[in-house]
DNA sequence: CTGTTAGCGCTTTCAG
DNA sequence: CTGAAAGCGCTAACAG
């Protein structure tokens, strides 16, 4: 049978609490027992029970991180940041299980994903990338959000907006002193039902749009393709409603066809082309969602013969490490998608203070290649 | 206060033991007391404690799949293939929860996930990308593997070859933990039940790298630089160890100067191609450790004024998404991805008959596009 | 500093 | 088919 914390304490002689403090170094321990239960759990290859830690300490040191796609390059680059700050526990016997799980996009498994991490009480939670704009799904995911944090798991949302202050729950109130005795947040979530409010790292996507559609504009184009992200997403909305601006604050008209919708990958933005193309063959620009989805048009385009950037000039969003590689090199509008990783990842880990009203925004910057070109 | 199972029994007027066999539906319960039950549950909101049911049942729903790094495609596509056919619990109430874990490449961290997982009781544990070659780190990790094993979580290997047998057995031979002297005994590990034995899906890289020489060979090049993955790797040996069949088996002298070891990313492409041409400017074709590598060998030929393929050839291998659409559209090895990780995530769950001698061995192909030319 | 004593919330025989 | 009772392995007061 498995060894248990009975077996290690017999074995050096102490009692379980003995050796739960050294485990958990959450308590004086005179060196000497500490050695001798030490070698104990080396000799018995002792490994703690986490679910019993867990259920007795009612925390786990779980902590999950949620993206739409683990595929996509944006979403890779973003968890490997968020993991790497939250797994170094910031201290001894800081180790923590953080995990990334892959929602597919689907709002479903997003509530899924968090029932099970709040089933297995996860210390705290990341939600990437953008949010699905449905009513019934705000509701829901806000509903989840609050009970998590009623049982004081701390939630972050790295790359959407913060939750409308509405189904955010009554509850905004102080910032948990994380650091101090565990007994203490535990015994407030309890009595109030109230825990940690969620906190917010956003990307500025309405005004990356827009300067990257004003670059455009100022190189003369006009007749300018959109592919714009999957519909009611937030970061699509608001990368739309950038683009629109700049249009607008120019004086350029926005024809009702130059918009297509389409999934955040490659074929979206090659079939987006070439339908944008059917519907006005003078196009002179197209941005696009994203840089994958730009390699999209990009291919497209030069399937028909045109060159890019000298016919039509293409932008991509992210700048993703492939993007300054691509050729042509793609003109982008480029996220601090590590910096963010990090931030939300100490956030979470309450190794930061929380920022004014919860919410912080990353400024974006264009960044100009070699895939726009003057008129 | 959180509401638990015995709130729920309470509301639907029935014992705990009743509302929990109806939550796992592993036990007849009358029609009309399910109702109630549910309707408790719903009303109630309650959501079930994991590390409870993990602790009195012995088993957790949790699954994990270690990576070495979540930002490279490779993996994402991977993991992402494991974790659809593990997330889906092939069965009601199977509601898995399978998370990627991200080694960043590091075996210390391998390690310490391995513990972690063990330490939550996972069901199950997938194991992807080359293992790094170094005989205390195989037996540390043959180590842990024994004992999740013994532990009952089910261990597949995927993307690297099995374990070797001798080190397979080679129980305790591990350095003790940071701190505390070395261990003596060894006695406990003895008697531990064997548990399931782990199992492997590996891909032929031998086969397709031999092939892909060949292919170049058979287009008349002979001066052929190599830029192979990390040194102590499987997956960097057995690629090398197939080109250099290929180029033993047609009498072409490898020169050793021709092969640099580097990273699996763009970056190490892009120096080794500019080292390789340092040492010998007349090289005529690449073949680079993968797909991502060949794009920066491309970069640094680019930059040299040297044209791909007209005057070197260059090739990948894995066969990401982007490397068709690269300019010019890379040839390279497809490995079947999507289908291993299926594969594995099937045979982690108990959902595939193990193959015989536990491994499964995926043929990989051969795809000729426009990134080399006859000399 | 260390041992004792209660549970944490759920599953699981064992009876009815 | 349903309930009662006995823990699963660990942590956390509360004494010594």
Redesign the pocket.
């Known amino acids: 049978?498995?060894?248990?914390?009975?077996?290690?304490?017999a074995r050096a002689?102490?009692?379980?609490?003995?050796?739960?403090?050294?485990?958990?170094s959450?308590?004086?321990?005179?060196?000497?027992?500490?050695d001798r239960v030490l070698r104990a759990v080396a000799e018995l290859e002792?490994?703690?029970?986490?679910?019993?830690?867990?259920?007795?300490?009612?925390?786990s040191d779980l902590v999950g991180i949620l993206v739409n796609d683990v595929a996509d390059p944006f979403f890779g680059v973003l968890a490997s940041a968020v993991q790497a700050e939250m797994s170094d526990g910031g201290g001894p016997g800081g180790e923590k299980l953080a995990v990334v799980c892959n929602t597919g996009g689907s709002p479903e498994r997003e509530l899924t994903y968090l029932t099970l991490l709040h089933r297995q009480r996860a210390g705290a939670v990341v939600l990437t990338g953008g949010a699905v704009e449905d009513s019934a799904h705000t509701a829901a995911l806000a509903a989840r959000i609050a009970r998590l944090a009623a049982a004081g798991t701390q939630v972050v949302l790295c790359g959407r907006p913060p939750l409308p202050a509405a189904a955010a729950g009554a509850h905004a109130a102080e910032a948990p002193a994380a650091n101090g005795?565990?007994?203490a947040g535990?015994?407030a979530a309890r009595a109030v039902g109230a825990g940690p409010a969620p906190l917010t790292v956003a990307f500025d996507n309405r005004g990356g749009a827009r300067a990257l559609t004003e670059h455009l504009v100022g190189l003369g184009h006009r007749r300018i393709g959109c592919v714009a992200g999957p519909e009611r997403l937030t970061t699509t909305r608001h990368r739309l409603e950038g683009h629109r601006a700049a249009l607008a604050a120019h004086g350029v008209e926005d024809a009702p066809g130059r918009t297509v919708h389409g999934a955040y990958d490659r074929a979206s933005g090659y079939a987006a082309a070439h339908e944008l193309l059917r519907r006005d063959d003078r196009l002179t620009a197209v941005v696009a969602a994203n840089d994958t989805v730009a390699l999209g048009v990009c291919a497209a385009l030069r399937e028909r013969g045109l060159r890019v950037p000298e016919d039509v000039s293409v932008a991509g969003f992210d700048d993703l490490p492939f993007s300054a590689d691509a050729v042509p090199a793609l003109t982008t509008v480029r996220l601090p998608l590590g910096h963010a990783g990090a931030l939300a990842g100490r956030l979470a880990m309450g190794r930061e203070p929380a920022p004014p009203a919860g919410v912080t925004l990353l400024s974006s910057e264009l960044v100009i290649r070699n895939s726009t070109a003057p008129l």
């Open positions: 049978m498995t060894v248990t914390l009975a077996d290690v304490a002689g102490v009692s379980a609490a003995t050796v739960s403090r050294v485990l958990n959450n308590y004086p321990v005179a060196e000497a027992t500490r002792y490994v703690a029970n986490g679910p019993a830690s867990a259920l007795a300490a009612a925390t005795p565990r007994a535990r015994a």
